[in-house]
């Protein structure tokens, strides 16, 4: 499997650029999966579901089935957070994984930088970052793409990932 990371600061457009792509992969036949980071605690379930209530009385792991999807849920119960390389390895086979956050990791990836942005771009000491899909044009030591230009990202990780 092949693996782009899509990262940058809060509010740079990270999660509608990973649509876009995942969107675009796909029209083109490749089979795509996204991981996403998240700083934050955030619970999929509805308090009160049976899942939630197994989750609650202390089950490591919970499975929900439906004839439309399964979900596996996983709780950490005080162990450290997985790394991302064991979150790939959970993964079925696919032509592409888009992981959505995970900035300091060592793959390669694409930064969504915003004019306003009250931090730098990543990308200035950053060699792992291809390239920085921006509304304006940072000045970074690797290409500048527009952000809303996801034929041109695409074609961008295509390239560098030999997809």
Do not use: Y
């Amino acid at each position: 499997m092949k693996l782009i990371g899509i990262t940058g600061w809060k509010n740079t457009g990270k999660t509608g650029l990973v649509e876009r792509l995942v969107a675009q992969f796909i029209a083109e036949g490749l089979r795509v999966s996204t991981l996403k980071h998240a700083h934050h605690g955030f619970d999929p379930e509805t308090p009160g579901a049976d899942s939630f209530r197994h989750r609650e009385a202390g089950a490591t792991e919970v499975l929900v089935a439906t004839s439309e999807r399964w979900a596996l849920m996983s709780e950490l119960r005080g162990a450290p957070e997985p790394s991302l390389d064991d979150l790939l390895a959970r993964l079925a086979p696919v032509d592409l994984v888009i992981a959505e956050g995970w900035k300091t990791a060592e793959h390669p990836k694409i930064e969504c930088w915003r004019a306003g942005t009250p931090e730098p771009p990543r990308a200035t000491a950053d060699p792992t970052i291809l390239a920085v899909a921006s509304d304006v044009a940072p000045d970074v030591p690797c290409p500048v793409l527009p952000l809303d230009d996801t034929t041109a990202i695409a074609a961008l990780i295509r390239r560098e990932l030999d997809l």
